[in-house]
């Protein structure tokens, strides 16, 4: 089992920053994947970033692609989301997602990010 917590976010001006954290418990956190997804109001839930587990690779959507960073801290068992040049369309609430095994197999409860324009 992993128990993961997302913090962070908030009202954010477009052109601004912010960063997300999620804490991880349960299973060693090192051994894992960790991902970041967003779901905006009456769209479908969409994929944001992973890192792998040593974080020495990291994919994002094109969306977001040299405006966000995901990074993690395995000692701290937290993985990140770096938000820069934030925009109207980046509102949504954002959910860290661990991948255990080859599906995301658990979820955070879900962090709201808003930007105003």
């Known amino acids: 089992q992993v128990q993961l917590v997302e913090s962070g976010g908030g009202l954010v001006q477009a052109g601004g920053s912010t960063r997300l954290s999620c804490a991880a418990s349960?299973?060693?956190?090192?051994?894992?994947?960790m991902g970041w997804f967003r779901q905006a109001p009456g769209k479908e839930r969409e994929f944001v970033a992973r890192i792998n587990w040593s974080g020495s690779s990291t994919y994002y959507a094109d969306s977001v692609k040299a405006r966000f960073t995901i990074s993690r801290d395995n000692a701290k068992n937290t993985v990140f989301l770096q938000m820069n040049s934030l925009k109207p369309e980046d509102t949504a609430v954002y959910y860290c997602a661990a991948q255990v095994a080859t599906m995301w197999d658990y979820w955070g409860q879900g962090t709201q990010v808003t930007v105003s324009s």
């Open positions: 349960g299973r060693t956190f090192s051994s894992y994947a």
